[in-house]
């Protein structure tokens, strides 16, 4: 069976150097805050084209701070796709404030503008892209519609680390954009981690404090905030990776140009790559009208696919009651219809392009 996510031979490949840059952490005696860390900040940082960038625990963290450094509370609304993973909408409800799902483009499954702006009340305070499954979503026209509003902007970039929107990355639209560090993401650490970037001097600073308990200085705690700090061998096994991100990322959509070639002609509905995006293939998510059967036949054939991912008001209580009935129209159809397919193993099978 060609696994769905094999990390083994990526690690096996650069075990040599992992090994180096965790001896390096160690003999330090730095594990919180130093070094490796700043670098690593620095190197994604310009990665993303931005002046900031501040390494916390998780992906869920960093969407978490991004909304409360922006000033996202009680009694405020958050625009965002109700189709992605669960904590773009959780993270929401954890500032105290309401997301208010909207459809999505069938083609790109990003935000539907159209659908975001219906849904703008005098609640809303700020709107949520998801960069999903590697697609940017179009940040252009969420900033034109964001800054008619005076609404902030948070881009979920869990997904997208390297992508881009007319040229543009990702990371560098929005107030603030999160990224993931979850060991299957295209940047993944062996273990968890995540990063807010943001070209906004007052954003950094707020995310720097909150953080690390509020604190503003030697034991100043200053507000109330979180225990929220990316540890300095996770930030050096990742620059380890960084270095070979943008080779990962061409092998990414080299073999995404394989699988629409091949797969061409046949009862599926292919990812799309919007004109002016960067596509970087976190997954190579198709539709299908019986995916369930699909996914029978392909397991049977030794290939490994996965659902991403049910609606967001499919798993949560908390999330269903907040979910608005006006976004099923597309959503319940893509939902039914997707499953991804494997990258790495396409790889493997192949023997092509190590890493990923």
């Known amino acids: 069976m060609i696994p769905f996510i094999d990390l083994t031979r990526q690690h096996t490949a650069l075990r040599d150097e992992l090994l180096a840059a965790s001896a390096r952490v160690i003999d330090s005696s730095q594990f919180i805050l130093g070094a490796e860390g700043k670098a690593l900040e620095h190197e994604l940082a310009a990665l993303c084209g931005v002046p900031w960038a501040l390494g916390v625990a998780s992906g869920t963290d960093a969407l978490r701070l991004a909304l409360s450094a922006l000033g996202v509370g009680p009694g405020h609304e958050v625009i965002t796709p109700a189709f992605s993973f669960v904590a773009s909408a959780t993270t929401i409800m954890m500032t105290g404030a309401t997301p208010v799902f909207v459809d999505i483009d069938p083609a790109t499954y990003t935000l539907d503008i159209a659908a975001a ?38 881009e979920d970039a869990a997904q997208a680390v390297g992508s881009a929107w007319a040229e543009q990355p990702v990371g560098a639209w929005g107030d603030a954009a999160c990224l993931s560090f979850y060991p299957t993401k295209n940047l993944g650490a062996c273990g968890d981690g995540g990063m807010v970037v943001t070209r906004r001097q007052d954003v950094a600073e707020r995310i720097a404090k909150l953080r690390h308990h509020g604190d503003s200085g030697r034991y100043q705690h200053v507000e109330l905030g979180y225990c929220s700090r990316l540890d300095e061998l996770q930030a050096a096994f990742l620059r380890v990776k960084l270095r070979r991100l943008a080779e990962w990322t061409t092998a990414r959509r080299r073999i995404a140009g394989v699988y629409h070639k091949g797969l061409a002609g046949l009862d599926l509905t292919l990812p799309t790559e919007a004109a002016a995006a960067r596509h ?27 659902v991403y991912y049910p609606p967001l008001g499919s798993r949560s209580a908390d999330v269903r009651r907040r979910r608005r009935a006006e976004v099923a129209r597309i959503l319940e159809g893509v939902a039914r219809g997707a499953v991804a397919a494997v990258l790495r193993g396409a790889r493997r099978r192949r023997g092509r392009a190590r890493g990923g």
């Open 280 to 306: 970087v293939y976190h997954l190579f998510t198709v539709r299908h009208p019986q995916r369930d059967a699909l996914a029978k036949l392909l397991a049977d054939e030794g290939i490994s696919t996965a």
């Open 117 to 154: 702006e219906r849904a703008i009340t005098p609640r809303t305070r700020a709107i949520m892209p998801v960069h999903l499954y590697g697609q940017p979503a179009p940040m252009d026209r969420v900033l034109e519609l964001a800054r008619a509003h005076r609404l902030a902007v948070v």
